[in-house]
């Protein structure tokens, strides 16, 4: 099979890997529908992260298992899955408590920008359609495998609910998530920060109440403007630079919350935390816990986070999708075999 291998910065190719298989039997293997780029992929494609050997990349996707372990029951060969980006046993101490990105047996995968895929612990980690679902609905199912669940986490996190006024830091795939994710979530005001006209809009399709394209002072003050001159409930942080998380103090109310899965770069000021009584909650987002429910709204098209992908090119071109989304020329690129 052909897959996508990281060779140095930049450098992403297209290249013949070796066909999984089941190892443990509770793995599957997943014939790849679609399957996308993430940004926190680019922080190896911009040599922020290291790529220390050629690595197979990819952690999102969706497809149709083409074969099972013998352990496996809960999905069988023939179903639409979609999985996190994590997996997870899904019968641990910690997924039982819903943790399931922190699975005591959980774990990454060997790249699933590729036409198939080996998921361990398949029984804890995908869900499977009751159908075959729609076509125009794959690009909202894929969100699920991470994007959408990230931004859903960072309001969870952040308690967002029907009271809380909310601001998010970040315009890509995520932040536009969770724009959704807290208008979903029922509250009155979400005021996403953007200066780029396409993410404004789409942030306005999503919901949000204000949009705010001023940046660190200004923006801070602007925000404060739109919530009683505070600062939001709760903020969510969907960057992960330095930067943003200061955007993000700034932004939030005196005993807010900040949601915080931008992928940590940098470090965080705690001592502000502690005098202003701001909360912070977030990590990896628990995407199995989140799955059930949100596959449903996709389901029923109560939410449509596919809106996010605005680039789709086959999994051969997969050079060009990392390059348009490092160039901004795309929100986020969907490869399909
Ligand atoms: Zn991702
Ligand atoms: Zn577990």
């Known amino acids: 099979m052909y897959g996508a291998v990281i060779h140095a910065p930049g450098d992403v190719r297209y290249e013949e890997r070796d066909d999984p298989t089941i190892v443990e039997p509770t793995d599957a293997v997943v014939r790849t529908v679609a399957a996308c780029v993430c940004g926190s992929d680019l922080w190896r494609y911009r040599g922020v992260a290291p790529v220390v050997k050629p690595t197979p990349i990819g952690h999102e996707y969706c497809g149709i298992v083409e074969s099972i ?152 003050a602007a925000v404060q403007a739109l919530t009683d001159g505070i600062g939001a409930d709760c903020v969510l942080e969907c960057v992960g630079t330095e930067e943003a998380r200061w955007q993000a103090l700034g932004c939030v109310r005196v005993g807010g919350t900040v949601g915080l899965v931008g992928l940590p770069h940098g470090d965080f000021p705690t001592d502000q935390l502690f005098w202003r009584n701001v909360g912070i909650k977030g990590g990896p987002a628990h995407v199995r816990a989140y799955l059930p429910e949100l596959l449903e709204l996709v389901l029923s098209r109560t939410i449509n986070p596919g809106l996010v992908f605005d680039l789709e090119l086959p999994l051969s071109e997969i050079g060009e999708a990392y390059a348009a989304m490092d160039e901004r020329r795309a929100i986020k690129t969907l490869v399909r075999p």
Not at 76 to 93: I, N, Q
């Open 69 to 220: 372990g013998t352990a496996v029951t809960s999905v069988k060969v023939g179903d639409f899955v979609v999985g996190g980006f994590l997996h997870s046993d899904g019968t641990c101490a910690a997924c039982r408590k819903g943790a399931h990105a922190n699975c005591l047996h959980g774990g990454g995968y060997a790249g699933c920008q590729a036409e198939k895929i080996r998921v361990p612990n398949a029984d804890g980690t995908l869900v499977a359609t009751p159908e075959m679902p729609a076509d125009d609905l794959i690009p909202s199912i894929l969100t699920l495998s991470d994007v959408m669940c990230t931004g859903w986490h960072a309001a969870v996190s952040a308690g967002v609910g029907p009271d809380t006024t909310v601001a998010v830091v970040g315009d890509g795939a995520v932040g536009l998530c969770a724009v959704l994710a807290a208008v979903q979530l029922g509250a009155p005001v979400v005021i996403a920060m953007s200066r780029h006209e396409a993410r404004q809009k789409l942030a306005a399709t999503f919901g949000a109440t204000h949009i705010v394209a001023e940046r660190d002072e200004a923006g801070i």
